[in-house]
């Protein structure tokens, strides 16, 4: 959004309450569940002849089985991989071909599960055929043949993401082209075929090692995460540890489904130049035949009160990094709001604290973020900070720059025109969202499967307004402190010798 068209927005926004703005919003709104469970959220715009489509699953990485992290991230993989009619040259016969794979690959886990008896030799042979049979099966595949027909029929921005917390896809379409949506989009989640599995997984595997080499930003986020939880799953990354990915099998993938992709843990915003009763007839033709089944058991572990500060320390020879997190609670908590303010407040451009003191000021790092809820917010979570130290700069001169600046946050009232343009800066956020048919498809579907009602979209914005500077102070003063801090950071092969080599976390 330009300047010009973002400073006319803020001006109508700031025009009307809240309230009012919800209320005239909702004229446009048409809300339906199907009697499976599936929800429907559908705005009309008719602006231009397109329409855009977010479907929203309750499912993400932190819902891995134990022993099977990186499953929740391969529906993004093989989310467009077709159906039993798209993406194949012969159903029947791929069928058949990817049950031998599957067959073979039980003979080869029999053989591995003998342990110190297994036999080498055999599971070589094995390996051998299994290899045979993914390419008979492959042979059978139509390559891209769902992304094809949806950019001939004049789609844009298909994709798919696997967050913590959940898995969104997504795509545009024109107006005129709506039921082809539904027939595709449907199709997937009536009869999955989890096509090209084991070639997916490779390529997660190829992902993982790209984005965790040694001495990477990747990794110390890794390391990062995994130290601050000691329980929960938000310390294993989205894309699985390489042993478990390595194991991954489509069996599993199809538990998985049938466990998290039932109807009423599915809802899905659509946004555009769309007709509500006819969005609502296709969706009852071609969603309503899904099965209803029981809703998936929320996660039950919980994380154990973190007893002191953790450290992890990961040898680089590349620019030093710093983050620090703090423990904090759930998106449901009635501080939630607080936390933004107080990231923004830290961190929102050049006019963050963090920015001008660390950056413009001391001059000692050439770069400060916050962020409110890492790596998600459904549950539990850390408020973090990233510094990358400046050339001839220190994490530890950086660290103590941090710390004041955190304890004058905590010791002193924030001033009130501070406060106000944070607040400002965060309601043109929520407008952002609202600005084109993509974002707001998305916001509405996210708000809808976190909070079971797209309006905290709108009534976020009151919640903001309400943060004030005593919340701020008592916010920063519960949080920051040192028992709930984890702290992860490079240093150089020569200084990790320093503290003491294969010191690690604390």
């Known amino acids: 959004m330009n300047g010009a068209r973002l400073a006319l927005v ?27 469970g599936l929800h429907f959220t559908v705005v009309e715009r008719h602006d231009a002849p397109v329409a855009s489509f977010h479907t929203f699953v309750n499912a993400g990485s932190a819902d891995d089985p134990a022993g099977e992290t990186g499953l929740a991230h391969m529906f993004e993989h093989m989310a467009f991989k077709g159906t039993e009619s798209i993406g194949t040259r012969n159903w029947a016969a791929e069928k058949k071909a990817l049950q031998t794979v599957e067959d073979v690959y039980d003979r080869i886990d029999a053989e591995r599960n003998k342990g110190p008896k297994a036999d080498q030799s055999k599971i070589d042979y094995l390996g051998m055929q299994l290899k045979e049979a993914i390419d008979v099966a492959q042979s059978y595949v139509e390559s ?15 994709n798919a993401d696997t967050s913590f917390d959940y898995t969104e896809y997504f795509c545009s379409l024109p107006s005129n082209r709506i039921e082809l949506w539904f027939l595709l989009e449907s199709q997937r989640f009536l009869h999955p075929v989890f096509r090209e599995f084991y070639k997916e997984r490779d390529v997660v595997q190829e992902e993982n090692r790209l984005r965790n080499q040694p001495g990477s930003s990747g990794e110390l986020w890794r390391d990062f995460v995994a130290s601050a939880f000691e ?29 998290y992709y039932v109807p009423a843990n599915i ?11 006819q969005t609502r007839r296709l969706a009852e033709r071609y969603f309503g035949p899904m099965p209803a089944r029981p809703l998936p058991p929320l996660i ?50 050049r006019t963050g604290l963090l ?39 220190t994490v530890e001169e950086n660290q103590k720059a941090l710390d004041g600046v955190l304890a004058r946050l905590a010791a002193q009232k924030i001033d009130a025109q501070t406060l106000q343009r944070v607040k400002t800066k965060a309601r043109a956020a929520v407008i952002r969202r609202l600005d084109k048919n993509p974002g707001l ?23 903001l307004n309400k943060v004030t500077a005593e919340d701020v102070e008592r916010v920063a003063r519960s949080c920051f402190v040192a028992q709930n801090r984890t702290v992860a950071f490079t240093v150089s092969p020569h200084e990790l010798k320093a503290v003491g080599a294969g010191e690690g976390r604390e």
């Open 10 to 36: 803020l001006l109508a926004a700031t025009s009307f309450l809240p309230a009012q703005d919800l209320k005239e919003f909702e004229k446009r709104v048409t809300e339906f569940t199907l009697a499976n």
């Open 144 to 158: 891209d043949e769902y992304t094809r027909i949806i950019e001939e029929n004049g789609g844009v921005d298909l």
């Open 231 to 259: 329980a929960f799953p938000y310390r294993n990354p989205p894309g699985g540890w390489p042993s478990d990915v390595d194991s991954l099998r489509r069996g599993m993938a199809q538990e998985f489904f049938e466990k």
């Open 267 to 277: 809802n899905i915003a659509i946004v555009g130049d769309v007709d509500p009763a």
């Open 300 to 349: 039950h572990t919980v994380e154990p009160v973190q007893d002191g500060p953790k450290t992890a320390i990961v040898e680089s020879r590349n620019q030093p990094l710093f983050a620090a997190g703090f423990k904090r609670p759930d998106q449901y908590d009635k501080d939630d709001p607080v936390y933004e303010v107080i990231a923004l407040i830290l961190a929102s451009g």
């Open 355 to 393: 920015y001008t003191g660390l950056v413009q000021q001391k001059k000692i790092a050439l770069d400060a973020e916050a962020a409110p809820a890492y790596p998600s917010a459904r549950y539990p979570s850390l408020f973090v900070i990233f510094v990358a130290p400046a050339v001839g700069h």
């Open 441 to 463: 498809a998305a916001a509405l579907a996210v708000d809808y499967g976190s909070y079971g009602d797209w309006r905290k979209l709108f009534t976020q914005l009151d919640d």
